[in-house]
Protein backbone atom coordinates (compact mmCIF):
# COMPACT_ATOMS: atom_id res chain seq x y z
CA UNK A 1 0.00 0.00 0.00
CA UNK A 2 0.92 3.61 -0.82
CA UNK A 3 2.61 5.48 2.13
CA UNK A 4 0.67 9.12 3.37
CA UNK A 5 2.15 12.49 4.83
CA UNK A 6 -0.19 14.21 7.36
CA UNK A 7 1.13 17.16 9.46
CA UNK A 8 1.57 16.04 13.00
CA UNK A 9 -1.21 18.05 15.04
CA UNK A 10 -3.27 21.33 13.65
CA UNK A 11 -5.72 23.64 15.84
CA UNK A 12 -9.32 24.70 14.98
CA UNK A 13 -11.52 26.64 17.03
CA UNK A 14 -15.14 25.67 17.73
CA UNK A 15 -17.74 26.35 15.13
CA UNK A 16 -15.22 26.28 12.35
CA UNK A 17 -14.25 24.12 9.27
CA UNK A 18 -11.06 22.14 10.01
CA UNK A 19 -9.25 20.74 6.54
CA UNK A 20 -7.04 18.27 7.48
CA UNK A 21 -4.36 17.92 4.59
CA UNK A 22 -3.00 14.24 2.99
CA UNK A 23 -0.45 13.37 0.63
CA UNK A 24 -0.54 10.19 -1.46
CA UNK A 25 1.98 10.69 -4.23
CA UNK A 26 2.50 6.94 -5.14
CA UNK A 27 -1.15 6.24 -4.27
CA UNK A 28 -1.79 3.41 -7.48
CA UNK A 29 -4.59 3.18 -9.39
CA UNK A 30 -7.00 0.69 -7.47
CA UNK A 31 -6.39 2.68 -4.64
CA UNK A 32 -8.81 4.20 -2.12
CA UNK A 33 -8.22 7.14 0.41
CA UNK A 34 -9.86 6.00 4.04
CA UNK A 35 -10.00 8.17 6.69
CA UNK A 36 -10.36 7.27 10.14
CA UNK A 37 -10.28 9.26 13.76
CA UNK A 38 -9.10 7.94 17.02
CA UNK A 39 -10.59 9.69 20.08
CA UNK A 40 -8.73 9.17 23.34
CA UNK A 41 -8.96 5.71 24.50
CA UNK A 42 -11.17 4.18 21.79
CA UNK A 43 -11.02 2.01 19.16
CA UNK A 44 -10.63 3.91 15.26
CA UNK A 45 -13.96 5.23 14.04
CA UNK A 46 -14.78 5.30 9.93
CA UNK A 47 -15.41 8.48 8.45
CA UNK A 48 -15.43 8.81 4.69
CA UNK A 49 -13.45 6.95 1.75
CA UNK A 50 -13.06 7.62 -1.78
CA UNK A 51 -11.62 6.49 -5.29
CA UNK A 52 -11.02 9.93 -7.10
CA UNK A 53 -14.44 11.54 -6.64
CA UNK A 54 -15.45 13.87 -4.18
CA UNK A 55 -17.27 12.52 -0.73
CA UNK A 56 -19.41 13.36 1.58
CA UNK A 57 -21.53 12.13 4.53
CA UNK A 58 -22.96 13.17 7.57
CA UNK A 59 -19.55 13.61 9.06
CA UNK A 60 -17.12 14.94 6.65
CA UNK A 61 -16.08 15.37 3.06
CA UNK A 62 -13.61 14.23 1.31
CA UNK A 63 -11.88 16.48 -1.75
CA UNK A 64 -9.20 14.43 -3.61
CA UNK A 65 -7.01 16.45 -6.43
CA UNK A 66 -7.52 15.21 -9.73
CA UNK A 67 -4.09 13.59 -9.91
CA UNK A 68 -4.83 11.61 -6.55
CA UNK A 69 -1.86 12.95 -4.88
CA UNK A 70 -3.32 14.42 -2.34
CA UNK A 71 -6.77 14.90 0.05
CA UNK A 72 -8.48 16.80 2.26
CA UNK A 73 -10.88 15.81 4.82
CA UNK A 74 -12.49 18.49 5.80
CA UNK A 75 -15.32 18.90 8.75
CA UNK A 76 -17.68 21.77 8.53
CA UNK A 77 -18.55 22.49 12.02
CA UNK A 78 -15.93 21.47 14.14
CA UNK A 79 -16.89 20.74 17.69
CA UNK A 80 -15.21 19.84 20.73
CA UNK A 81 -16.17 16.50 20.13
CA UNK A 82 -14.27 16.04 17.21
CA UNK A 83 -10.65 16.43 19.08
CA UNK A 84 -8.87 12.99 18.07
CA UNK A 85 -5.75 11.53 15.92
CA UNK A 86 -7.00 11.59 12.31
CA UNK A 87 -5.34 8.70 9.73
CA UNK A 88 -5.17 8.97 6.38
CA UNK A 89 -4.93 5.54 5.17
CA UNK A 90 -4.57 4.45 1.26
CA UNK A 91 -5.40 0.76 0.63
CA UNK A 92 -7.03 -1.35 -2.65
CA UNK A 93 -10.23 -1.29 -1.95
CA UNK A 94 -12.19 -4.60 -0.82
CA UNK A 95 -9.17 -6.16 0.09
CA UNK A 96 -8.77 -9.04 2.39
CA UNK A 97 -5.38 -6.87 3.80
CA UNK A 98 -5.04 -4.90 6.83
CA UNK A 99 -5.47 -1.39 7.26
CA UNK A 100 -2.36 0.12 7.79
CA UNK A 101 -2.20 3.42 10.28
CA UNK A 102 0.53 6.13 9.87
CA UNK A 103 1.06 8.62 12.64
CA UNK A 104 -2.26 10.79 11.71
CA UNK A 105 -2.88 14.44 12.64
CA UNK A 106 -3.84 15.36 16.00
CA UNK A 107 -6.88 17.91 15.47
CA UNK A 108 -7.33 20.02 19.09
CA UNK A 109 -10.48 22.03 18.44
CA UNK A 110 -10.80 24.35 21.03
CA UNK A 111 -13.90 26.56 22.39
CA UNK B 1 -25.02 -1.78 12.34
CA UNK B 2 -21.36 -3.17 12.13
CA UNK B 3 -20.56 -3.40 15.69
CA UNK B 4 -17.78 -4.82 17.42
CA UNK B 5 -17.45 -5.52 21.30
CA UNK B 6 -14.42 -6.43 22.57
CA UNK B 7 -14.23 -8.19 26.26
CA UNK B 8 -12.84 -7.08 28.98
CA UNK B 9 -12.31 -3.25 28.80
CA UNK B 10 -9.25 -3.23 30.60
CA UNK B 11 -7.45 -6.03 32.87
CA UNK B 12 -4.65 -6.17 34.87
CA UNK B 13 -2.81 -9.12 35.66
CA UNK B 14 0.62 -10.28 37.27
CA UNK B 15 3.51 -10.98 35.63
CA UNK B 16 3.53 -14.72 34.69
CA UNK B 17 0.10 -14.98 34.42
CA UNK B 18 -2.30 -15.17 30.75
CA UNK B 19 -4.89 -13.27 29.98
CA UNK B 20 -7.67 -13.97 27.09
CA UNK B 21 -9.10 -10.78 25.10
CA UNK B 22 -12.83 -11.64 23.42
CA UNK B 23 -13.54 -9.70 19.73
CA UNK B 24 -16.75 -10.08 18.62
CA UNK B 25 -18.71 -9.07 15.92
CA UNK B 26 -22.11 -8.38 16.63
CA UNK B 27 -24.51 -8.37 13.64
CA UNK B 28 -22.51 -9.36 10.94
CA UNK B 29 -20.09 -12.37 9.83
CA UNK B 30 -16.18 -11.63 10.07
CA UNK B 31 -14.72 -13.80 7.82
CA UNK B 32 -11.18 -11.78 8.99
CA UNK B 33 -10.31 -10.38 11.79
CA UNK B 34 -7.18 -8.11 12.81
CA UNK B 35 -5.57 -7.44 16.02
CA UNK B 36 -4.32 -4.10 16.31
CA UNK B 37 -1.65 -2.89 19.65
CA UNK B 38 -1.05 0.56 20.57
CA UNK B 39 1.31 1.59 22.88
CA UNK B 40 1.14 5.30 24.57
CA UNK B 41 0.85 7.92 22.38
CA UNK B 42 1.64 5.92 19.44
CA UNK B 43 -0.07 4.68 16.75
CA UNK B 44 -1.72 1.47 16.10
CA UNK B 45 0.51 -1.29 15.22
CA UNK B 46 -0.93 -4.58 13.33
CA UNK B 47 -0.10 -7.70 15.03
CA UNK B 48 -1.96 -10.85 13.21
CA UNK B 49 -4.53 -11.32 10.52
CA UNK B 50 -7.08 -14.47 11.16
CA UNK B 51 -9.32 -16.14 9.17
CA UNK B 52 -12.19 -17.97 10.51
CA UNK B 53 -10.94 -21.67 10.25
CA UNK B 54 -7.49 -21.18 9.79
CA UNK B 55 -4.01 -19.90 11.70
CA UNK B 56 -3.46 -16.56 12.21
CA UNK B 57 -0.92 -14.72 9.84
CA UNK B 58 1.42 -12.65 11.70
CA UNK B 59 3.37 -9.83 11.49
CA UNK B 60 7.27 -9.31 11.85
CA UNK B 61 8.67 -9.72 14.99
CA UNK B 62 5.36 -10.70 16.67
CA UNK B 63 5.90 -13.71 18.97
CA UNK B 64 3.10 -16.33 17.61
CA UNK B 65 3.72 -18.81 20.78
CA UNK B 66 3.06 -15.61 22.87
CA UNK B 67 0.09 -13.90 21.31
CA UNK B 68 -2.03 -16.68 20.82
CA UNK B 69 -5.17 -16.29 18.32
CA UNK B 70 -8.04 -18.53 17.70
CA UNK B 71 -10.47 -17.33 14.88
CA UNK B 72 -12.84 -20.85 15.42
CA UNK B 73 -16.43 -19.18 14.55
CA UNK B 74 -17.44 -16.32 11.84
CA UNK B 75 -18.40 -14.05 14.59
CA UNK B 76 -15.69 -14.84 17.41
CA UNK B 77 -11.59 -14.27 17.39
CA UNK B 78 -9.71 -14.38 20.75
CA UNK B 79 -6.47 -13.18 21.59
CA UNK B 80 -4.41 -14.52 24.41
CA UNK B 81 -1.17 -12.82 25.86
CA UNK B 82 0.59 -15.60 27.30
CA UNK B 83 2.84 -15.45 30.10
CA UNK B 84 2.49 -11.40 30.13
CA UNK B 85 5.36 -9.13 30.93
CA UNK B 86 5.24 -5.82 31.55
CA UNK B 87 6.20 -4.73 28.47
CA UNK B 88 3.34 -6.06 27.47
CA UNK B 89 1.41 -3.43 28.76
CA UNK B 90 -0.58 -2.03 26.18
CA UNK B 91 -3.82 -1.05 24.17
CA UNK B 92 -5.11 -3.76 22.38
CA UNK B 93 -7.73 -4.06 19.60
CA UNK B 94 -9.65 -5.92 17.46
CA UNK B 95 -11.17 -5.44 13.86
CA UNK B 96 -13.45 -7.29 11.97
CA UNK B 97 -13.82 -7.82 8.42
CA UNK B 98 -17.08 -9.35 6.58
CA UNK B 99 -19.55 -9.27 4.64
CA UNK B 100 -22.41 -6.35 5.60
CA UNK B 101 -24.99 -5.16 3.44
CA UNK B 102 -24.19 -5.46 -0.15
CA UNK B 103 -20.64 -5.43 -1.04
CA UNK B 104 -19.45 -4.03 1.87
CA UNK B 105 -16.00 -5.49 3.24
CA UNK B 106 -14.62 -2.59 5.11
CA UNK B 107 -13.16 -2.93 8.17
CA UNK B 108 -14.59 -2.45 11.33
CA UNK B 109 -12.59 -1.79 15.02
CA UNK B 110 -14.05 -2.47 18.80
CA UNK B 111 -13.58 -0.70 21.62
CA UNK B 112 -10.23 -1.83 22.64
CA UNK B 113 -9.11 -3.34 25.74
CA UNK B 114 -6.15 -1.92 28.25
CA UNK B 115 -4.25 -4.26 29.39
CA UNK B 116 -1.96 -3.95 32.43
CA UNK B 117 0.93 -6.17 33.72
CA UNK B 118 1.86 -5.98 36.79
Known amino acids: DAKTTQPPSMDCAEGRAANLPCNHS???????VYWYRQIHSQGPQYIIH???NNETNEMASLIITEDRKSSTLILPHATLRDTAVYYC????????????FGKGTTLSVSS | GAVVSQHPSRVICKSGTSVKIECRSL??????MFWYRQFPKKSLMLMAT?????????EQGVEKDKFLINHASLTLSTLTVTSAHPEDSSFYIC??????????????FGPGTRLTVT
Open chain 2, 95 to 108: SARGTYGAGDYEQY
Open chain 1, 26 to 32: TISGNEY
Open chain 1, 50 to 52: GLK
Open chain 1, 89 to 100: IVRVGQAGTALI
Open chain 2, 27 to 32: DFQATT
Open chain 2, 50 to 58: SNEGSKATY
